[in-house]
């Protein structure tokens, strides 16, 4: 079981950084076995192989399973990091071989016969995301279960690890070193919830109260980031975090953050997060913004999953999936909260802030399956469709991270004005602040009703209602309804009034010429057109690329019917489309006159766009 939620008194008597090591009561059994010792080396990152050897004193019975993990928690699909080990070995110490044999995909049972066992083996490691491990010649990221293996039933033992480095490197990460590279944490769970930076990234620091940050940055090398900006956006965003919550439940935490071609996202632990962001979009704007809301959302996850954790998720079962109906929740909620941190932070403006949420809320209305089951289902089934989604997934589900966002911004203002009726004050970060308190010290797992109790207390009546519409059943969000009640305007507008060529619909989703997606009940669907028919021409007239497809069609009219020449399974043939005038609209949100604002809505919309005058006063980070 992971050490990942201690109350505020239990931090003030840790010392060191890694208080979740020093401080956790371990099992009778983790007391009184000795620890288990990894060893990790890259004794040529040029080949990307991290070699691992594992040393198991006083193993259990005549016979001991090892097993790599299926999944990495935060990432909620089977991964199988068995298939990337190699090399499979175990001896005594002494150099005798064990006898071995693989019992399943992910697991190797020794028979030791009451001996030590020494094993080894090694991983190739040429995947760089947030949830795998990746080396070569200038780094190695280390998310530790694509790496380490595990002893089934033994996980609550301590756990040494030692590294041993390519001459030159350091290492980055949560783990307080006890020694030269060396480091003893209380389980496995510990271990594996500490990704490593091997090499020798950037390393920037700040302080926000007792807590300290360490942004540790890559990918920089001949390229014009501009480091400061990263980091005090950081702190901005974790300050204002901070204060939100009443302060971390941590006393350090570390962004590992790389900059590379293709990006990523990020990945949530107890102690830090591994970001990984486009080179390209750093080529203006694009790269800070992501950076930032990157930030704020795996910074806030150390709270929302990480402390106030589903029950579902305790403890972590490594073997196969762990299916939760919370997922809205814990990852939409998150993005609800990284909206509001932003803003808090003093990094995006009240009409800035608007303008994204319309931005954002016309691309959501334009996802045929939003409400075509419930998020909780939607959750629930995120192992088997979210991360390898078929073709037809946009017209039968949504992401849990955009409804999510929408039902936790609806839900705050919902709150704030329910509270402000009974002369109260409630939003969305007091329900998190009274989790926290129900749920962070990581002896309860969270469960619906329990999200349910503290919303209903934020508000000071029952809020049952909100979620049984809209989490358990398949309403629309009241989204623009919502905010029209605290003073924001809400308007909406054609399409084509700023390109004319979205005007006549076929309800076809293009990749280049080939359809990709058919919306349900549209013009496409009813003419029987289907997913890969690749569009040759229309009325006879040759088409070229999605643009010059919409232009054929705007051209024709909304009213008009045309001829689709496609080719399907190399089969020519003419389908006639019955056009219709574009269904989708596009949203804006303004700030309302104050004049017009009813009594004591004004001073409820203030509060909720509250932002910083100005950010935090800039400081040089310190190297």
Same mark, same amino acid.
């Given at each position: 079981?992971?050490?990942?939620?201690?109350?505020?008194?239990?931090?003030? #008597?840790?010392?060191?950084?890694?208080?979740?090591?020093?401080?956790a009561v371990?099992?009778v059994?983790?007391?009184?076995?000795? $620890? !288990?010792?990894?060893r990790?080396?890259?004794?040529?990152?040029?080949? /990307?192989?991290?070699?691992?050897?594992?040393?198991?004193?006083? $193993?259990?019975?005549?016979?001991?399973?090892?097993?790599?993990?299926?999944?990495?928690?935060?990432?909620?699909?089977?991964?199988?990091?068995?298939?990337? %080990?190699?090399?499979?070995?175990?001896?005594?110490?002494?150099?005798?071989?064990?006898?071995?044999?693989?019992?399943d995909?992910?697991?190797?049972?020794?028979?030791?016969?009451?001996?030590?066992?020494? %094993?080894?083996?090694?991983?190739?490691?040429a995947?760089?995301?947030?949830?795998t491990?990746?080396?070569?010649?200038?780094?190695?990221?280390?998310?530790?279960?694509?790496?380490?293996?595990?002893?089934?039933?033994?996980?609550?033992? *301590?756990?040494?690890?030692?590294?041993?480095?390519?001459?030159?490197?350091?290492?980055?990460?949560a783990?307080?070193?006890?020694?030269?590279?060396?480091?003893?944490?209380?389980?496995?769970?510990? #271990?594996?919830?500490? $990704?490593?930076? #091997? =090499?020798?990234p950037?390393?920037?620091?700040?302080?926000?109260?007792?807590?300290?940050? *360490?942004?540790?940055?890559r @990918?920089v090398?001949?390229?014009?980031?501009?480091?400061?900006?990263?980091?005090?956006?950081? +702190?901005?965003?974790?300050?204002?975090?901070?204060?939100?919550?009443?302060?971390?439940?941590?006393?350090?935490?570390?962004?590992?953050?790389?900059?590379?071609?293709?990006g990523?996202?990020?990945?949530?632990?107890?102690?830090?997060t591994?970001?990984?962001?486009?080179?390209?979009?750093?080529?203006?704007?694009?790269?800070?913004?992501?950076?930032?809301?990157?930030?704020?959302?795996?910074?806030f996850?150390?709270?929302?999953?990480?402390?106030?954790?589903?029950?579902?998720?305790?403890?972590?079962?490594?073997?196969?999936?762990?299916?939760?109906?919370?997922?809205?929740?814990?990852?939409?909620?998150?993005?609800?909260?990284?909206?509001?941190?932003?803003?808090?932070?003093?990094?995006?403006?009240?009409?800035?802030?608007?303008?994204? #949420?319309?931005?954002?809320?016309?691309?959501?209305?334009?996802?045929p399956?939003r409400?075509?089951?419930p998020?909780?289902? %939607?959750?629930?089934?995120?192992?088997?469709?979210?991360? /390898?989604?078929?073709?037809?997934?946009?017209?039968?589900?949504?992401?849990?991270?955009?409804?999510?966002?929408?039902?936790?911004?609806?839900?705050?203002?919902?709150?704030?004005?329910?509270?402000?009726?009974?002369?109260?004050?409630?939003d969305?970060?007091?329900?998190?602040?009274?989790?926290m308190?129900?749920?962070?010290d990581?002896?309860r797992?969270?469960?619906?009703?329990?999200?349910?109790?503290?919303?209903?207390?934020?508000?000071?009546?029952?809020?049952?209602?909100?979620? &049984?519409?809209?989490? !358990?059943?398949?309403? &629309?969000?009241?989204?623009? /309804?919502?905010l029209?009640r605290?003073?924001?305007?809400?308007?909406?507008?054609?399409?084509?009034? +700023?390109?004319?060529?979205?005007?006549a619909?076929? @309800?076809?989703?293009?990749? =280049?010429?080939?359809?990709?997606?058919?919306?349900p009940?549209?013009p496409?669907?009813?003419?029987?057109?289907?997913?890969?028919?690749?569009?040759?021409?229309?009325?006879?007239?040759r088409?070229?690329d999605?643009?010059?497809?919409?232009?054929?069609?705007?051209?024709?009219?909304?009213?008009?019917?045309?001829?689709?020449? %496609?080719?399907?399974? *190399?089969?020519?043939?003419?389908?006639?489309? /019955?056009?219709?005038?574009?269904?989708?609209?596009?949203?804006?949100?303004?700030?309302?006159? $104050?004049?017009?604002?009813?009594?004591?809505?004004?001073?409820?919309?203030?509060?909720?766009?509250?932002?910083r005058?100005?950010?935090?006063?800039?400081?040089?980070?310190?190297?």
């Amino acid at each position: 079981m992971s050490r990942s939620g201690a109350s505020p008194w239990r931090l003030a #008597l840790c010392s060191g950084w890694l208080w979740l090591a020093g401080c956790a009561v371990a099992p009778v059994q983790a007391a009184t076995a000795p $620890p !288990l010792h990894y060893r990790l080396s890259i004794p040529r990152p040029a080949d /990307q192989y991290i070699h691992i050897e594992l040393r198991i004193r006083r $193993p259990p019975g005549k016979a001991v399973d090892v097993a790599m993990p299926a999944w990495i928690p935060g990432s909620y699909r089977v991964r199988d990091f068995a298939r990337h %080990v190699y090399d499979f070995s175990a001896h005594t110490p002494s150099g005798v071989a064990l006898p071995w044999v693989r019992t399943d995909k992910q697991t190797w049972r020794i028979d030791h016969g009451g001996q030590e066992v020494v %094993v080894r083996y090694r991983v190739f490691a040429a995947e760089e995301t947030v949830r795998t491990s990746h080396v070569d010649d200038r780094h190695a990221s280390v998310n530790g279960p694509s790496v380490f293996m595990y002893l089934p039933g033994q996980r609550s033992r *301590d756990c040494e690890l030692e590294l041993d480095l390519p001459e030159g490197w350091q290492a980055y990460g949560a783990l307080d070193p006890v020694g030269p590279h060396s480091y003893r944490v209380a389980d496995y769970d510990a #271990l594996v919830d500490a $990704p490593l930076e #091997l =090499g020798n990234p950037l390393v920037r620091t700040f302080q926000i109260g007792a807590t300290r940050f *360490d942004y540790v940055l890559r @990918g920089v090398e001949g390229f014009p980031a501009d480091v400061t900006r990263l980091v005090t956006d950081a +702190e901005h965003v974790a300050t204002a975090l901070g204060e939100e919550m009443g302060g971390f439940p941590m006393l350090r935490y570390v962004f590992l953050v790389a900059i590379n071609r293709d990006g990523g996202g990020g990945l949530e632990h107890d102690n830090s997060t591994m970001i990984m962001l486009r080179r390209s979009e750093f080529q203006g704007e694009r790269g800070y913004t992501r950076a930032v809301e990157l930030a704020a959302h795996e910074l806030f996850h150390a709270w929302n999953v990480r402390r106030i954790r589903d029950a579902a998720l305790r403890p972590y079962d490594y073997r196969a999936e762990t299916p939760s109906e919370l997922l809205w929740f814990h990852e939409g909620f998150t993005e609800s909260v990284q909206e509001l941190a932003l803003l808090r932070a003093g990094l995006r403006d009240a009409d800035a802030f608007l303008s994204e #949420l319309a931005t954002a809320w016309t691309t959501y209305l334009a996802i045929p399956g939003r409400n075509a089951e419930p998020i909780a289902a %939607v959750s629930r089934d995120a192992w088997i469709r979210a991360y /390898q989604p078929a073709p037809n997934h946009p017209n039968v589900a949504v992401s849990y991270y955009d409804k999510g966002k929408f039902l936790g911004l609806t839900l705050d203002i919902e709150l704030r004005l329910r509270a402000a009726a009974r002369q109260q004050q409630g939003d969305l970060m007091g329900m998190f602040r009274r989790l926290m308190q129900s749920h962070g010290d990581g002896e309860r797992g969270l469960t619906h009703r329990d999200i349910v109790a503290a919303a209903s207390a934020e508000a000071g009546e029952d809020m049952a209602w909100f979620f &049984e519409r809209y989490v !358990l059943g398949t309403e &629309e969000i009241p989204f623009p /309804q919502t905010l029209a009640r605290i003073g924001v305007t809400v308007e909406t507008a054609n399409p084509w009034d +700023e390109d004319p060529t979205a005007r006549a619909d076929a @309800g076809l989703e293009l990749a =280049g010429t080939r359809i990709s997606n058919i919306y349900p009940d549209s013009p496409g669907s009813a003419a029987g057109l289907m997913r890969d028919d690749e569009i040759i021409a229309v009325d006879g007239t040759r088409v070229g690329d999605t643009a010059s497809f919409r232009a054929f069609l705007a051209a024709a009219g909304p009213e008009a019917q045309v001829v689709l020449t %496609v080719f399907r399974s *190399d089969v020519l043939r003419e389908i006639p489309v /019955q056009l219709r005038e574009n269904p989708a609209r596009l949203v804006r949100f303004a700030l309302t006159e $104050p004049a017009s604002l009813p009594p004591g809505i004004e001073n409820l919309r203030t509060r909720w766009l509250r932002t910083r005058a100005r950010p935090p006063q800039e400081r040089a980070p310190q190297e």
